[in-house]
Nanobody, 119 residues
């Protein structure tokens, strides 16, 4: 079973920056895509950004130019740098990974970390 452990998040003022990190672990696995989604109460979980093993990135329009996703394939970690944060970025952020574990496909989610933008 693939486990994702997140760190980062917290409270920051509008215009500030935060960094989220996520590490994946399992006995035997390979990850294709890692990324971040976010969710506010009463809404669906929305894409923030993803990155493939080859480094191809995909961003939600609302975060383009402000957020940067990066990945360390050797360490199975993904990092989300968030700049120019706005109140509408407030949400629970979830790490995501998909790939193969013990030759079976998997989709895994982290436990979520709260990001709050407020003055």
């Amino acid at each position: 079973q693939v486990q994702l452990v997140e760190s980062g998040g917290g409270l920051v003022q509008p215009g500030g920056s935060l960094r989220l990190s996520c590490a994946a672990s399992a006995s035997t696995f390979s990850i294709n895509t890692m990324g971040w989604y976010r969710q506010t109460r009463g809404t669906l979980r929305d894409l923030v950004a993803t990155v493939t093993t080859g480094g191809t990135t995909n961003y939600a329009d609302s975060v383009k130019g402000r957020f940067t996703i990066s990945r360390d394939n050797a360490k199975n970690t993904v990092l989300l740098r968030m700049n120019s944060l706005q109140p509408e970025d407030t949400a629970v952020y979830y790490c995501y990974a998909e790939g193969y574990s013990d030759y079976l496909p998997f989709h895994a989610w982290g436990q979520g970390t709260q990001v709050t933008i407020s003055s």
